[in-house]
């Protein structure tokens, strides 16, 4: 079981109402009917904002024709899909649907099934498409948090790396210095493979400043760089944690001159070539060890 942090997700869309409107009454049908356009949908669970249309059909008695939406399924719908409304109203033909983002919930790896269905109909009659299933798979995920790594020349003899959620699916690690403007690094995960692999792309400060390092951060006028072998590939266990690299990476102190305008001095910090790395739980600390 992955210990994660939730992250709170939140859906705008939803109308005001106040006391001093005028309710609406009942609308006879018509002719109208209104179905699901689609009777049964699958998503994964972080693939954000999607659709359902509501098809309306032949004439109703008028408009808007208000078409309200229950769900079923698990036993809170809050923690698995977000709808911007149960309330529905349709103004002329076809233009309208119900509007959903699934809930990521990294910390299960289950998948979920809701049943949504057509409860009532103001305006129109109620049609045989009148529910849809909505699947949403399971999206396999890294634990996040503290994992510490031994180096190999002892001094210091280890120090932590924090693993965070990063934007569309990727992964942030980043504690590499006590420097506020570290580089922060990006990186993907296959399920396939159980493989956390960086490839060398910095969000924030990096790339090529100082000999060439994949990132950097500043002390004083001297550099504090970080080096790679890429791509930085991590395997990942049962538990979904880091456990193992044939990475190997190094935190170099670039000295500059006083004006910092002049690399007089290079110093080997840490360095890892290869082995295990450890989880050490969900909550970041400042465990920088330089």
Do not use: H
Not at 175 to 198: H, I, R, T
Not at 213 to 234: C, E, I, K, N
């Amino acid at each position: 079981m992955k210990f994660i942090k939730f992250i709170v997700l939140s859906i705008a869309g939803a109308s005001l109402l106040f006391s001093c409107e005028k309710k609406e009454g009942p609308i006879d049908p018509g002719t109208a009917v209104v179905n699901f356009g689609e009777t049964s949908v699958t998503v994964s669970e972080n693939s954000g904002l999607f659709y359902v249309p509501l098809e309306l059909t032949g004439e109703p008695g008028g408009y808007p024709v208000t078409v309200n939406i229950t769900t079923s399924g698990v036993d809170d719908i809050d923690k698995v899909l977000l709808l911007t409304s149960t309330t529905i109203k349709i103004t002329s033909a076809n233009d309208s649907s119900v509007q959903m983002i699934p809930v990521w919930q990294p910390e299960s790896n289950d998948s979920y099934t809701v049943t949504l269905t057509i409860e009532s109909a103001n305006g129109a009659n109620i049609g045989t498409n009148n529910t849809c299933t909505i699947n949403i798979e399971n999206v396999m995920a890294v634990q996040y948090g503290q994992y510490n790594f031994k180096t190999s020349n002892g001094d210091p003899s280890e120090w932590t790396l924090i693993l965070r959620e990063g934007a569309n699916g990727t992964y942030i690690m980043e504690n590499m210095f006590d420097a506020s403007d570290s580089p922060k690094l990006v990186g993907e995960f296959d399920a396939e493979k159980m493989q956390l692999s960086f490839d060398g792309r910095v969000n924030g400060f990096g790339d090529t400043n100082f000999n060439n390092t994949l990132g950097w951060g500043q002390r004083g006028t001297d550099y504090l760089a970080f080096q790679a072998s890429l791509p930085m590939v991590f395997t990942v266990n049962e538990n979904m944690e880091l456990e193992s690299t044939n990475a190997q990476f190094y935190f170099l102190l670039v000295k500059m001159n006083e004006a910092g305008t002049e690399v007089v001095g290079q110093e080997t910090l840490a360095s890892f070539n290869g082995g295990f790395c450890e989880y050490a739980g969900s909550e970041s600390e400042d465990t920088w060890p330089f």
